[in-house]
């Protein structure tokens, strides 16, 4: 790989012995991709709380900032303490690892956006700008919807970027890999009524039925269609698979057109579907055996204002019988604060973290709440139903926010199948 003088500098350790491993770890993996060359990030977005703390300290030892960093949600240990959803040892070691990280975060001088949707924040990746980023969440989001070019890499290897500034010149980055190879066409379908669950449903199923690192265009939706909408449809797509460019012909970046989407190729292979494969996609989500609903989970990705306002009219003058977590950034929720929304969800008993609530939901998961933990959850979101089932161990329902809030207050689920038009 050619290296700049810099680059050379920072591998011989003159930059501290954090940032030449990580530029050794992005070498070795930009040669084993065949990349030529590397290239300067615009900024980073980086997960901490899931690294190994070994790790960890090798790789920020004797770090300084040499870009800016965002980060991923965190596990704010802190809270599930103050919540009583856990208490011993066990909160105390998650505690002191995730302050001697914390640490650290602030000596690198990074931004604790604690989001997976840091486009809500304002900070949005232009077309074509290079970003190195955690998280399958905020990948397939910043190359779908912001044209953004962003290669699908594993923690260690984002972090690294965010540590060096640097990352390899492959896949994503480079414009001949963007173009779809995947055509899906919806079969008499009629959306005009669809909600994000609908859209968060489509996006699962397509994401099931390609294989590899392949990009997708998708066909047959209005141009334009809202931003929450385009978002529920690309955000499932790693998770039951491994798309991480999703172009919606008339909406995203770099879909003004099929022709465009495609690079004006034929695409390998065309996914058509209907009412029967996306019924069957909501049969699987729905993962349960009773009617029992312990948790309801909102926030994967992080909740929107309007979502958060959505949730506090259905909860106005309302007690829950089910604990209830919604996932959202802090500067969100202090937005949702002055609005009166977060005090109408605490009345009725509701929570707020900037975590995960899927993965790291401490109601859920079981190395956390224990034998505290909830063992059903309901959502609106196909990529925290796949999680909270697979992940946590939990009985899963799926359905729209209306259903998942009356879940939450009556404890039952009284949901219907989607109906697709």
């Given at each position: 790989?050619?290296?700049?003088?810099?680059?050379?500098?920072?591998?011989?350790?003159?930059?501290?012995?954090g940032?030449?491993?990580?530029?050794?770890?992005?070498?070795?993996?930009?040669?084993?991709f065949?990349?030529?060359?590397?290239?300067?990030?615009?900024y980073?977005?980086?997960?901490?709380?899931?690294?190994?703390?070994?790790?960890?300290g090798?790789?920020?030892?004797?770090?300084?900032?040499?870009t800016k960093?965002?980060?991923?949600?965190?596990?704010q240990?802190?809270?599930?303490?103050?919540?009583?959803?856990?208490s011993?040892s066990?909160?105390?070691e998650?505690?002191?690892?995730h302050?001697?990280?914390?640490?650290?975060?602030?000596?690198?001088?990074w931004?604790l956006?604690?989001t997976?949707?840091?486009?809500?924040?304002?900070?949005?990746p232009?077309?074509?700008?290079?970003?190195?980023?955690?998280?399958?969440?905020?990948?397939v989001?910043?190359n779908?919807?912001?044209?953004?070019?962003?290669?699908?890499?594993g923690?260690?290897?984002?972090l690294?970027?965010?540590?060096?500034?640097?990352?390899p010149?492959?896949?994503?980055?480079?414009?001949?890999?963007r173009?779809?190879?995947?055509?899906?066409?919806?079969?008499?379908?009629?959306?005009?009524d669809?909600?994000d669950?609908?859209?968060?449903?489509?996006?699962?199923?397509?994401?099931?039925?390609?294989?590899?690192?392949?990009?997708?265009?998708?066909t047959?939706?209005?141009?334009?269609?809202?931003?929450?909408?385009?978002r529920?449809?690309?955000?499932?797509?790693?998770?039951?698979g491994?798309?991480?460019?999703?172009h919606?012909?008339?909406?995203?970046?770099?879909?003004?057109?099929?022709?465009?989407?495609l690079?004006?190729?034929?695409?390998e292979?065309?996914?058509?579907?209907?009412?029967?494969?996306?019924?069957?996609?909501?049969?699987?989500?729905?993962?349960?055996?009773?009617?029992?609903?312990?948790?309801?989970?909102?926030?994967?990705?992080?909740?929107?204002?309007?979502?958060i306002?959505?949730?506090?009219a259905?909860?106005?003058?309302k007690?829950?019988?089910?604990?209830?977590?919604i996932?959202?950034?802090v500067?969100?929720?202090?937005?949702?604060?002055?609005?009166?929304?977060?005090?109408?969800?605490?009345?009725?008993?509701?929570?707020?973290?900037?975590?995960?609530?899927?993965?790291?939901?401490p109601?859920?998961?079981?190395?956390?709440?224990?034998e505290?933990?909830?063992?059903?959850?309901?959502?609106?979101?196909?990529?925290a139903?796949?999680?909270?089932?697979?992940?946590?161990?939990?009985?899963?329902?799926f359905?729209?926010?209306?259903?998942?809030?009356?879940?939450?207050?009556?404890g039952?689920w009284?949901?219907?199948?989607?109906?697709?038009?």
């Amino acid at each position: 790989m050619l290296l700049t003088d810099e680059e050379k500098r920072m591998l011989a350790g003159e930059y501290g012995p954090g940032v030449q491993r990580s530029l050794d770890l992005l070498v070795k993996l930009g040669d084993s991709f065949g990349a030529e060359r590397m290239a300067r990030i615009s900024y980073g977005h980086a997960m901490y709380d899931v690294i190994p703390e070994d790790f960890w300290g090798l790789i920020t030892e004797g770090a300084k900032p040499l870009t800016k960093v965002t980060t991923h949600p965190a596990y704010q240990p802190e809270q599930w303490k103050e919540w009583g959803i856990t208490s011993g040892s066990r909160a105390d070691e998650f505690i002191m690892e995730h302050q001697r990280k914390l640490n650290t975060v602030h000596r690198l001088g990074w931004l604790l956006t604690e989001t997976c949707a840091e486009y809500l924040l304002g900070i949005i990746p232009r077309k074509g700008e290079i970003v190195a980023m955690s998280g399958s969440c905020m990948q397939v989001a910043s190359n779908s919807l912001f044209g953004a070019s962003v290669d699908r890499a594993g923690h260690l290897c984002s972090l690294a970027s965010c540590i060096s500034g640097r990352i390899p010149i492959m896949g994503l980055m480079l414009p001949e890999n963007r173009y779809a190879q995947i055509l899906v066409e919806l079969d008499d379908l009629d959306v005009a009524d669809w909600t994000d669950s609908h859209y968060s449903c489509l996006g699962y199923y397509v994401g099931e039925q390609v294989s590899g690192l392949r990009n997708v265009a998708v066909t047959g939706l209005s141009p334009n269609i809202p931003f929450d909408f385009a978002r529920a449809l690309v955000i499932p797509l790693p998770t039951s698979g491994a798309v991480t460019l999703c172009h919606i012909v008339g909406t995203t970046p770099e879909a003004s057109t099929l022709e465009e989407a495609l690079g004006n190729r034929k695409p390998e292979q065309v996914i058509k579907l209907g009412k029967g494969e996306l019924t069957d996609t909501w049969r699987r989500l729905n993962v349960w055996n009773d009617d029992v609903v312990e948790h309801v989970a909102f926030g994967c990705p992080h909740c929107t204002i309007d979502e958060i306002g959505r949730i506090a009219a259905l909860l106005e003058g309302k007690t829950l019988k089910a604990s209830l977590l919604i996932g959202a950034s802090v500067p969100v929720v202090a937005l949702a604060r002055q609005q009166g929304y977060v005090d109408t969800i605490e009345k009725a008993g509701g929570h707020f973290l900037s975590c995960c609530p899927s993965i790291s939901n401490p109601f859920l998961h079981p190395n956390i709440a224990g034998e505290r933990r909830a063992k059903s959850a309901a959502t609106d979101s196909a990529r925290a139903a796949h999680y909270i089932a697979r992940v946590c161990g939990a009985k899963t329902f799926f359905g729209t926010k209306e259903e998942c809030v009356d879940a939450a207050i009556s404890g039952r689920w009284k949901g219907r199948e989607l109906k697709w038009k």
